[in-house]
Nanobody, 119 residues
């Protein structure tokens, strides 16, 4: 079984930066892709960024393009989300998740980490 553990959340003022980490443990970790999702109070969970494990191709939601960068360290089984120029609307619980196949469901989820951006 694969376990995902997020870290790096916290509180920051608008314009600030945070880096989230998602560390995978358990059996050999070789997903198709890892994504960062977020869920704000009263809103549905949404995909923020995704990275394909083998190729490193990254995709972003329009709302974070140019501000967030997703990356991975295959040797450490860790995925990062660098978040710059944070806005109050980025406030949410951030989750990382992994999917084993292209187009498949994200079967493995972390517990989430809170990000709060104040104006």
């Amino acid at each position: 079984q694969v376990q995902l553990v997020e870290s790096g959340g916290g509180s920051v003022q608008a314009g600030g930066a945070l880096r989230l980490s998602c560390a995978a443990s358990g059996r050999t970790f070789s997903p198709y892709a890892v994504g960062w999702f977020r869920q704000a109070p009263g809103k549905e969970r949404a995909l923020v960024a995704r990275i394909t494990w083998n190729t490193g191709r990254a995709d972003y939601a329009d709302s974070v393009k140019g501000r967030f960068t997703i990356s991975r360290d295959n040797a450490r089984n860790t995925v990062y989300l660098q978040m710059n120029s944070l806005k109050p609307q980025d406030t949410a619980i951030y989750y990382c998740a992994a999917t084993a196949i292209a187009g498949g469901q994200y079967a493995y989820w972390g517990q989430g980490t809170q990000v709060t951006v104040s104006s």
